[in-house]
């Protein structure tokens, strides 16, 4: 019974979505933006729906739970040892495929980027060298132009879901919500392509959630045997076709994703168990670290390659790494202020990005819905914007003279270096021009470089600082593939930098370390992540020293930021309407019982255990649930003289009985079925399927008066409640379990009461359901 409800839908990059426009005969574009985008019905069962890329998505919860029917349990008892072996080899070795791919793409994506972007560096250098300005211009922004364009197009006409970072979809498909589309062929090759084209063209966003969102598009391909149109029918990749392993090999991709990225494989473990999954265990952690320490292995042998000269203008760039390990960090007493300083202020600067990106967010989509060239103009116009800044600004910065203890060269008119001669004169350097014209990664190094106090003027940095809190703002929710991370490091390393300016001889702080700590608090301020970014951190900067300042300034920073607002994911979760169940229940959901919720629901609809055709068919066609109880009346109780009892037999889903009427698995008459007639028509691996729809199949008259006995079918062991349970611990168990249908059962037994009150789903347990039948529960704000 996936009688849900439509939350809260709108989309940083919602494609062609269903407005309200007819509602109140107004135009969408003089809606406030505090009005909904989609139709929002106020009853707590309602069919779900949520923008997912590029359309308004029906959306259906995954079926985690083991399905414990007779099939089930018949292929567990006749399991050969072999065959559970070769389950346990599969799971290891697509976990081992996992980290082997997302390594490899991640190194082509780094390599094309570099080459990419470097080449184009060089070509401005030459233009810049003689002297030809407006030509240099021209030619940066219509190669950034002609970039984003390609990533653009293709986000748009092919794979609308590649766009965004996508993280926030991973997290509701491990929570439990099936989001349509986002793990295809499709999306997986528009997001590598797209990807190398936004980072390239200098856009202000990074390619670590994109790499994310590629290892599980990678995972789940491997899962269910490649693309839905040519699955691979192979004996082995039976096992994996179920929703609950396809979120194990799903949660390694993930965790795979954010090892690619920063070269981080225990910070890729933690991401993906603080951040991204609901459900844990410790086999999965095993199986998450395997993948992770694969993609390490590939990311150093092309590192080692690399470094040789052979991959063009790679050279030791490509992956974030800020290796301080030969610097030594030394703290006093005093040094503790400034450090809480930089917590406090990146906790509040993190929940105010939230709150300004969650209204351009809503601006963005009443442009984005207006068609696929809105879309595309906004890209484009970003991209312009962006390159013409880059390229200007650092005519504004005075050329610095080289300082003869400097250890690198300078000025230099290579890509890479922190002393790029630009528009000065021999034995100077332009030093905004260090950090704008190069790649996202190169600023991220050269600011974070230690020991180079004199190197950047406060003008510049404070240029730096202003110019990427916008870029980072407008940038996010353009129809490219995105990351949050790169633009949120950027943003910070630029505030820690000049609060090390401000502090002066106050501290004895290096002014790169001020820059890591300020890019870490910001991270935690908005993102809310404190142990995986932590390792992140330490991994990236190699040097644990720095484990107890950063620890501190990340438990601040997340303590300021959950004071005034929720993390940038959960904004975008809300914002696209995916139902997801938060870990902790509101207060006020203890003061309110599952047999409440079930009186304002819709009454249950029930089967038997041996139903009439014509009976499941009318149910299928004339309902929108999931799942059906099936209770079998006048049942002999075993033991008892007293006959007629009633029984619970348990729960059966819609896709199982259409998978009935489909294979025709009728009966003249109205019996109960041997064993072996059901092995013959069915096995567990089909009844994993669910894409068939009843309007697929067609049913005679004459079939309609027949049987069917839905009893081996049924799951005999779903998880109950009773009516009196408290709405907090009915969702404790709902999300930790992950469950789809949690039944609810009368707290009295007797003749005459029905064995099921009611369903709960994870539509009636989300709070702005539950308010809109129970406004008063919500306590009045303060004026």
């Known amino acids: 019974e996936d009688s849900n409800h439509l939350a809260n839908p709108e989309t940083p990059h919602s494609l062609e979505a269903e407005t309200y426009e007819e509602e109140e005969g107004r135009d969408p574009e003089s809606n406030s933006l505090r009005q909904p985008l989609l139709k929002r019905n106020r009853t707590l069962s309602s069919t779900p729906l949520a923008l997912v890329g590029a359309k308004v998505s029906h959306i259906e919860s995954l079926d985690y739970e083991i399905n414990e029917n007779d099939l089930f349990k018949h292929d567990w008892r006749r399991r050969s040892k072999v065959q559970v072996l070769q389950y346990i080899f599969l799971k290891w070795s697509l976990a081992f495929l996992v980290g082997l791919l997302t390594g490899l793409i991640a190194t082509l994506i780094n390599l094309a980027i ?240 939230n709150h300004v990106l969650h209204k351009v967010l809503r601006v963005y989509n009443l442009i984005n819905h207006k068609g696929k060239m809105h879309k595309l103009l906004l890209a484009l116009g970003v991209s312009l914007f962006t390159s013409v800044c880059q390229y200007c600004l650092p005519f504004l910065a005075q050329c610095r003279a080289c300082d003869p203890s400097f250890p690198e060269t300078c000025p230099t008119n290579d890509r890479s270096g922190n002393f790029k001669q630009f528009n000065c004169p021999d034995g100077y350097y332009n030093d905004l021009a260090t950090l704008l014209l190069t790649t996202n990664d190169d600023a991220v190094r050269n600011i974070f470089s230690t020991n180079t106090t004199n190197e950047f003027h406060v003008t510049s940095i404070l240029i730096f600082f202003a110019l990427y809190c916008i870029l980072g703002l407008i940038t996010f929710g353009i129809a490219v593939p995105s990351g949050l991370f790169l633009p949120i490091i950027l943003m910070g390393s630029g505030y820690g930098r000049l609060l090390s300016m401000a502090m002066g001889s106050y501290t004895n702080l290096d002014e790169g370390l001020f820059a890591v700590l300020g890019a870490a608090s910001l991270m935690a301020g908005s993102m809310r992540m404190t142990v995986s970014l932590c390792v992140i951190f330490l991994e990236l900067t190699n040097n644990l020293l720095l484990l107890p300042i950063t620890m501190i300034v990340l438990l601040i920073a997340k303590t300021v930021g959950d004071c005034f607002n929720p993390s940038i994911y959960e904004i975008i979760l809300e914002l696209k309407g995916l139902p997801f169940l938060d870990a902790n229940p509101e207060p006020w959901m203890r003061n309110l019982t599952v047999g409440e919720l079930a009186d304002v629901k819709p009454p249950v609809v029930t089967l ?99 049987y069917v006995d839905l009893h081996p079918l049924t799951n005999t062991t779903p998880f109950t409640v009773v009516e009196s349970l408290s709405v907090a611990k009915a969702l404790v168990l709902f999300r930790q379990v992950g469950l789809r249908h949690l039944l609810i059962v009368p707290k009295y037994q007797g003749a005459g009461v029905a064995p099921v009150v009611g369903i709960l789903t994870r539509q009636d347990l989300r709070a702005y359901n539950i308010l809109s039948a129970f406004p008063h529960l919500e306590r009045p704000k303060l004026s």
């Open 114 to 353: 570099e080459n990419i972007a470097g080449y184009k560096l060089l070509a401005i250098v030459g233009f810049i060298e003689e002297g030809r300005y407006i030509s240099g211009l021209i030619f940066f922004t219509g190669i950034n132009f002609f970039l984003t364009l390609i990533a653009a197009v293709l986000c748009v006409c092919f794979a609308p879901t590649a766009a965004g970072p996508g993280i926030p979809e991973i997290k509701a498909y491990l929570n439990g919500v099936d989001t349509p589309n986002m793990f295809g062929a499709t999306t997986l090759l528009v997001k590598i392509v797209g990807s190398i084209g936004a980072v390239s063209a200098g856009l202000d966003l990074g390619k670590e959630g994109p790499l994310v969102h590629i290892g599980s598009c990678i995972a789940s391909l491997l899962a269910q045997g490649g693309p839905d149109n040519y699955r691979i029918k192979w004996l082995w990749l039976r096992y994996f076709n179920n929703d609950r392993d396809r979120r194990d090999i799903i949660t390694c991709g993930s965790s795979s994703g954010v090892c690619a990225a920063f070269r981080a494989p225990v910070g890729g473990v933690l991401f993906a168990l603080e951040e991204v999954a609901t459900w844990w265990r410790s086999a999965l952690l095993w199986r998450t670290f395997f993948s992770t320490a694969v993609v390490v292995v590939v990311l150093r042998a092309f590192i080692e390659i690399c470094n040789s000269g052979k991959c063009g203008l790679f050279g030791t760039g490509g992956l974030i790494m800020f290796d301080v390990s030969d610097v030594k960090v030394s703290y006093q007493a005093m040094d503790v202020i400034p450090i809480i300083i930089i917590g406090i202020i990146g906790g509040l600067l993190g929940s105010l990005y």
């Open 608 to 706: 038997c255990g041996v139903e009439k055709v014509s009976r499941i068919v009318d149910v299928l066609r004339n309902t929108t649930h999931n799942a059906f109880p099936i209770v079998d009346q006048g049942v002999p109780v075993p033991g008892m003289v007293a006959t007629g009892a009633t029984e619970l037999h348990g729960l059966i889903l819609r896709a199982h009985l259409v998978q009935a009427l489909k294979k025709k698995w009728f009966l003249p008459e109205k019996r109960r079925t041997e064993e072996w007639e059901v092995r013959e028509k069915f096995n567990w691996v089909e009844l994993a399927e669910r894409e068939l729809k009843i309007e697929q199949v067609a049913v005679t008259r004459d079939e309609m008066e027949m």
